[in-house]
């Protein structure tokens, strides 16, 4: 079936430095991509979104890029901090359905 | 400013068991959700509700039933608790805009053990 999955299971990086998350996606039909970030025990947080008729976005040091022709999200962190360290979430949704598909999570960890 | 409530935290309960998760918001969104979180995996759709009365089923309903009791509160009920239900329940709740973009705003998660 349809599913959003992600390339790298762990990801190490060094403070200060940038940090990319890669997703691959299959549903071309999905209307947005979202990223979420979710700390030791605790809920999921939405970080940002991209609507598939857009390439990049930009937020506060996070970048969303969208590549359809390939199906590959990747969520761009600058300057990477020690409160960066959690999981990270890809997911999709098609307007309407109201059924959010989460992929399976890459862990950030930031090294001081 | 609460979001998204759950209640409990924590539960054990024994097989065969049945308990009721609840879940409360106060941001007057619409849409709720139930997700299930299983070690190295992603969130899992339970049941999900578009609108206070409606209910349908997600990717794994087998097991749970739920209520949208009114616009504010959506649970989640185990009739007969099994071990492959043991996880971390999340509730979620969106707006109107929330509902077509995919944001959602989530509790802090029900860490369910089923002996």
């Known amino acids: 079936g349809e599913s959003v999955g992600l390339h790298l299971p762990t990801l190490s990086v060094q403070e200060g430095d940038n940090s990319i998350i890669n997703c691959a996606y299959s549903n071309s039909a999905s209307d947005y991509f979202i990223w979420y970030k979710q700390e030791s025990g605790k809920g999921p947080q939405f970080i940002i979104d991209?609507?598939?008729?857009?390439d990049k976005r930009q937020g506060q040091r996070v970048t969303v890029l969208l590549n359809k022709t390939v199906k590959h999200l990747s969520l761009q962190i600058a300057a990477t901090q020690p409160g960066d360290s959690a999981v990270y979430f890809c997911a999709e949704n098609i307007r309407g359905y109201q059924k959010v598909t989460f992929g399976t999570g890459t862990k950030l960890q930031v090294i001081p | 400013n609460a979001g998204v409530t759950q209640t409990p935290k924590f539960q054990v309960l024994k097989t065969g068991q049945s308990m009721t998760l609840q879940c409360a918001q106060d941001?007057?969104?619409?849409?709720m959700y139930w997700y299930r979180q299983d070690p190295g995996m992603g969130l899992r759709l339970i049941y999900y509700s578009a609108s206070e009365g409606t209910t349908d089923k997600g990717e794994v309903p087998n097991g749970y039933n739920v209520s949208r009791l009114n616009k504010r509160e959506f649970s989640l009920r185990l009739e007969s608790a099994a071990p492959s239900q043991t996880s971390v329940y999340f509730c979620?709740?969106?707006?109107?805009?929330?509902?077509?973009?995919?944001?959602?705003?989530f509790g802090e998660g029900s860490r369910l053990t089923v002996l």
């Open positions: 941001m007057n969104h619409n849409s």
């Open positions: 991209i609507r598939s008729n857009m």
């Open positions: 979620a709740s969106s707006g109107a805009s929330g509902g077509a973009t995919g944001e959602l705003f």
